[in-house]
């Protein structure tokens, strides 16, 4: 097949939810779908702790690193689709923010009866900076939940984006009967107690078949009927165009662990999201079937396990096409890199892939050397735009136990900051160490790292700092006189950049009232 054919099958995409809404449910369940393990079985056992048993995670758990949960490819129709992991419980961290930079097309997934909760508002206002076209998959139909028109509702005035039901739900809870899909005008049948396998779908065609009546029983034919009435005249009908622009989200309804309407969400993200973009290489804009391999770096990942200190970089392909063996150069060093063993992520022949297209993403062996950011072009100058840091949420104050190893403090938080595992500032107006992150694990992945790999040992104290942003004035003076005025509030980060540390919103919402000339950004380009 040539190359921009591959490439225009490739749909990149990530999950957004709260924990527990089911994101692992339904990746299980994507993986049915793309043939890659028989019966789905548990992807991460987290209760149980039953780990799933294909050669891939073996082989995963014999080389020590975990890729299994970074990236899925599998193919879907004419598609291949990659699925990117966004580490949601206690592995929340910036990664999880970053990769939603890497994707063309998010899933979002809201559990029927908790609706919007706090996470998925974070991760959509991510989205939101690429305007990433969401598709929206309500899940758990088979317990008792809302009522299907409030949550919709309620995600169209929190999360400010117009709903277009694609399937509606036919009854809930133990009478969940199945759901309508509103645009091929078929009723499609649940069969419970199919979980774990891929079921023949049952459909019945047209809404006033009296076959409905007679597959879902009269009332609940009718109460549909009745429903959708309301829902045509209230709600929003699906438009391709709004959909890529981000501005309209197409819903479907289902339960992920009876394993029903999965599938129709991934027909729906074949049909609609979008092939890979073009991307703002700085320079210009680099389209994904350009002939010249270009990508970026938008992932570290250290192995914990110290016998292996090697670290994996993630880098998306933007365009044109990865052979084994190509060199590549690192923009921001100008250096020269041969990539003879890059991963690749098609599951279960990770070893004798050796090409991957834009939309894709390899995994390069890094000493050290690749950062968060970084660009890689067959020669050209470029400098992929739009991978930032996010401003944390949650801070701590670095204290050495041994007070004697401040130099290596400051070289390993560097080096870690470079790579993203955590952001560090320094306050001016004393000596400080403050660590910022947006996810707890990553306070104790730091603490380990700088003890494993830089012989730093430390604990953190709590500070009372609330948030952070990056400050930005129209001159040099204005920033010069902000800094004067605000010295007690403000740090540099690890790349130097001016930073105003709040110890309350109400602190962040004053301090922009008084200094309307100076901008406070939430994120920062690397
Ligand atoms: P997450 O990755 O988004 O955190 O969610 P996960 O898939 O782990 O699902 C969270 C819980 O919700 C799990 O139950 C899972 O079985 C359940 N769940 C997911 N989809 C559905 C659904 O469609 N219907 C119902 N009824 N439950 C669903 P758990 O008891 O917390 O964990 P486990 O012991 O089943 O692993």
């Not at 317990?143 to 999360?159: A, Q």
Request: proline share 4%; hydrophobic share 35%.
């Amino acid at each position: 097949m040539n190359p921009s054919d591959e490439i225009h099958q490739r749909r990149t995409f990530a999950i957004i939810s709260h924990p527990d809404a089911g994101k692992t449910t339904i990746t299980e369940k994507l993986l049915l779908y793309g043939n890659q393990i028989r019966m789905a079985g548990t992807v991460k056992g987290k209760k149980s702790g039953v780990h799933a048993t294909s050669d891939w995670m073996e082989m995963e758990k014999e080389r020590g690193i975990s890729v299994t949960t970074s990236v899925m490819q599998f193919p879907y129709r004419d598609a291949t689709v990659n699925l990117l992991d966004t580490p949601g419980h206690a592995d929340f961290s910036e990664d999880t923010y970053r990769t939603l930079t890497a994707v063309d097309s998010a899933l979002m997934v809201i559990d029927a009866a908790k609706g919007v909760e706090e996470r998925t508002v974070k991760l959509m206002e991510v989205c939101r900076l690429r305007d990433t076209p969401i598709l929206t998959f309500i899940n758990k139909l088979d317990r008792d939940v809302r009522d299907p028109i409030e949550v919709l509702d309620e995600i169209e005035d929190v999360l400010k984006i117009e709903c277009a039901p694609v399937t509606w739900p036919i009854g809930m809870g133990k009478s969940f009967k199945g759901v309508y899909n509103l645009l091929t005008d078929t009723a499609v049948l649940y069969q419970s107690g199919q979980g774990h396998t891929i079921q023949e779908r049952r459909e019945v065609k047209g809404l006033d078949n009296p076959e409905l009546d007679q597959a879902v029983g009269a009332d609940y034919a009718q109460e549909l009927r009745d429903t959708l009435e309301l829902v045509q005249g209230a709600s929003h009908e699906f438009d391709l165009q709004r959909f890529l622009d981000g501005k309209l989200s197409p819903v479907f309804f289902g339960t992920a662990l009876g394993n029903f309407g999965v599938d129709h969400m991934l027909d729906g993200l074949v049909e609609w999201a979008p092939p890979p973009l073009p991307r703002d290489g700085g320079e210009r804009q680099v389209a994904a079937t350009e002939d010249k391999m270009t990508g970026f770096v938008f992932k570290i990942q250290a192995n914990m396990d110290p016998r292996h200190r090697d670290r994996i970089a993630f880098m998306r392909i933007c365009s044109g096409k990865y052979k084994k063996g190509i060199k590549l150069k690192q923009c921001r060093t100008g250096k020269d890199l041969r990539l003879a063993d890059a991963l690749t992520f098609l599951a279960g022949e990770r070893d004798n892939v050796e090409e991957a297209y834009a939309g894709d993403i390899i995994g390069l062996h890094n000493h050290g050397t690749i950062q968060i950011g970084d660009t890689f072009t067959e020669g050209e100058d470029l400098r992929f735009t739009g991978i930032p840091h996010f401003a944390p949420e949650l801070f701590q104050r670095v204290v050495l136990n041994d007070p004697l190893k401040s130099k290596q403090l400051h070289k390993g938080l560097k080096q870690l900051a470079e790579e993203g595992a955590t952001q560090v500032f320094f306050p001016l107006r004393n000596n400080d160490v403050i660590l910022g992150a947006v996810g707890t694990l990553q306070f104790d992945v730091v603490a380990a790292r700088l003890k494993g790999e830089y012989g730093v040992d430390c604990r953190y104290e709590p500070i009372s700092v609330s948030t952070a942003r990056w400050v930005e004035a129209g001159s040099e003076r204005e920033l010069e006189a902000f800094e004067r005025k605000a010295h007690d509030n403000l740090a540099r980060d690890g790349a130097g950049h001016l930073t105003y540390l709040a110890p309350t919103r109400v602190n962040l919402q004053l301090a922009r009232e008084r200094h309307p000339d100076i901008l406070f950004r939430e994120t920062r380009e690397i």
